[in-house]
């Protein structure tokens, strides 16, 4: 079978059934548009399966590089190329594999809730979903950097409207506001960065680009694009000081569509740096890699560091976990940063476990939601002690945060920072820390909330803001009994964020992902020429003597942090007045935002500039 007949379907399946949906939701009773969306959602998973299984090797052999098609048969002429691709590279179709498993998943984690849909309106929720499926599906196989912009504002403009799907609340619309700005401005930058692009080669293909700015020198153009391109797959990634919209997105956001923003979203803006680095600028034309390394390091550490200190912080469960995705998302761009397969096959590795735990996680907080009307901290202390599998699956979940083996998380953790580690001797350290103080957070309100451990925390000036009060169930009326759908799914992300990290398969998978993905000439010559050139040989990650280690430090240094926390409540006055102006920071003014996002773009001007010197 040529599977690559089947890459445009990965897109088209989604987008039809959102079309059946619209057209037919109305007429349709809840259980049959869930049914349905369900339905088209597990067909694209399976698609997605079909073609990971076709580009597969053994476990030491090199593999496939994936099929590539040129939609129409528009296929280039002399390198030349007016048609769409899509590329169906193992990294690529792993990334739309996730998707749409996450997707299902969600969907029969929602099989309970919005209980009263708008009304005439039971299709509006899968077929938003199916949507933005299609859009982060179709962003992981392009190959083509204007429809990786389409496919970059299709899933944003979806993510805007679930963010605000509870409309005739006030605060859900001002958390979709500040998403649709911030995220639109990155989205203008990118369409700005691709114009001069396609005004420089007359392309708008990654490979066609790539080889175009290969044949001169970079100058002020080059870096000029780079910069406008990279900034609006940082904002979509969350990073540094692109960051601030998404705690506050999360924090009004309905749970099943934070599942998806944290577990997903969010990291394919980390792909998608990396992408376009490795095909458009990493040749002689583009930026220099020490520059580029170097950018992404920056931005990365302080991305990783100030999402720690900032999760610590929080009493809100949803914004706690939405900033530990700001420092996880700041280990995986140091992760690329370092440029080598190992640093991309471990990244890898380390969003499929995160993606499993921090949904399952997400998972939990909705159950507390819908039972107590509340994810306050502080306001649930002690009362989940009768909802014990929850709390086994939220502690074990932090457990896996703070990369404890064998989760997937810590056999990614610890092939990403072997890699680091290579690149500059203090990353170790900052894996083993930001692992510990977020998994700590997180095994903290595990503790007080599930099992009332430690003094009773009472709110103070040193208390962080009161968040009790602000929330309403996501169900009808307030939970009696957990749904079966809501605890299973939970359940089953868990266990497979465990599977990463104990399948020789799927370690194997990310080895070969990632040195296809480091193969940039390969990537060009098999888009644009056609041949099957030889995939490089690699090493199957695994697990280290010294990953281990380290995966047990941050895990025995994250159950002491919330130990001590349990026992001593809230942080001192002094030391909350040192962390109050990073608390004011988030000040929920959408021009700040769009000030720091400006600021945030000068800063990567300046990192990168060395790159074409």
């Known amino acids: 079978m040529d599977t690559a007949r089947l890459l445009p379907l990965v897109v088209a399946v989604p987008l039809f059934g959102a079309a059946v949906l619209v057209a037919c939701g109305r007429r349709l009773p809840r259980i049959a548009s869930d049914v349905l969306g369900t339905a088209f959602a597990a067909a694209t998973a399976a698609l997605t399966l079909v073609l990971l299984a076709g580009t597969g090797g053994s476990a030491a052999g090199p593999g496939r590089r994936g099929p590539v098609e ?37 969907l029969v984690y929602s099989w309970r809730y919005f209980a009263e849909p708008p009304r005439r309106h039971a299709g509006s929720f899968p077929a938003l979903i199916l949507l933005f499926q299609a859009g982060m599906s179709g962003f992981a196989l392009t190959g083509d950097l204007f429809d990786a912009f389409v496919f970059f504002e299709l899933m944003g403009v979806v993510a805007y409207a679930l963010t605000g799907f509870r409309v005739e609340e006030p605060k859900p619309l001002q958390g979709a506001l500040a998403f649709g700005v911030v995220n639109s401005l990155g989205g203008y930058s990118t369409l700005l960065g691709i114009t001069l692009l396609y005004a420089r080669t007359g392309e708008l293909g990654f490979a066609p680009i790539g080889r175009s700015l290969d044949t001169r020198a970079p100058d002020a153009l080059v870096l000029a694009a780079f910069v406008l391109v990279t900034t609006g797959l940082l904002v979509k990634a969350a990073a540094v000081p692109f960051h601030f919209w998404l705690p506050d997105a999360h924090a009004v956001a309905p749970t099943p569509v934070c599942m ?44 990783a560091l100030l999402g720690a200190v900032m999760c610590w912080q929080q009493r809100h469960l949803k914004r706690l976990l939405a900033f530990s995705t700001v420092a996880h998302t700041g280990l995986f761009l140091v992760g690329v940063a370092v440029l080598s397969p190992e640093g991309v096959s471990g990244t890898a ?43 086994a699956v939220f502690a074990v979940g932090g457990l896996a945060l703070c990369g404890l083996p064998p989760f997937g998380t810590g056999l990614g953790k610890a092939v990403a920072e072997e890699a680091a580690g290579h690149t500059a001797g203090w990353l170790p350290a900052l894996f083993v820390l930001v692992s510990a103080v977020t998994g700590g957070a997180v095994l903290r309100a595990a503790l007080r909330v599930f099992a009332g451990a430690g003094r009773r925390p009472r709110n103070g000036p040193q208390s962080g803001p009161e968040t009790t009060g602000e929330e309403e169930p996501e169900t009808r009326g307030r939970l009696g009994r957990v749904p079966v759908t809501m605890l299973g799914v939970s359940v089953a992300l868990l266990a497979a964020a465990l599977a990463v990290g104990l399948a020789p398969a799927v370690a194997a998978g990310a080895g070969r992902a990632g040195a296809l993905f480091a193969d940039g000439t390969g990537y060009r010559g098999a888009v644009l020429d056609g041949r099957a050139a030889a995939a490089p040989s690699f090493t199957a990650p695994h697990w280290s003597a010294a990953g281990v280690l380290l995966g047990l430090l941050s895990t025995a240094l994250a159950v002491a942090l919330a130990q001590v926390a349990v026992r001593r409540g809230p942080a001192a006055g002094g030391a909350a ?11 929920g003014h959408i021009g700040d935002y769009v000030a720091w996002t400006v600021a945030g773009t000068a800063l990567l001007a300046a990192l990168a500039l060395p790159g074409i010197r």
């Open 70 to 106: 040129w939609v129409g048969g528009w296929r280039p002429v002399d390198g030349k190329g007016v048609g769409i691709v899509l590329v169906g590279d193992p990294l690529g179709v792993g990334l739309a594999a996730l998707v749409s498993l996450l997707v299902v998943a969600v």
């Open 260 to 303: 998806l923003l944290s577990g997903v979203m969010v990291e394919l803006g980390v792909y998608g740096v990396a992408r376009v680095h490795r095909t458009v600028f990493s040749g002689p034309g583009g930026i220099a890699q020490p520059a580029f390394s170097h950018a992404l390091l920056v931005i990365g550490t302080g991305t």
């Open 349 to 391: 590795l380390y969003v499929l476990g995160h993606a499993g735990v921090k949904a399952a996680l997400f998972a939990c907080t909705g159950i507390l939601l819908d039972r107590y009307s509340s994810v306050d901290e502080y306001e649930l202390f002690g009362r989940a002690r009768e909802l014990p599998l929850a709390g």
């Open 577 to 587: 007045a040192v962390l109050a102006p990073l608390r004011r920071l988030q000040s």
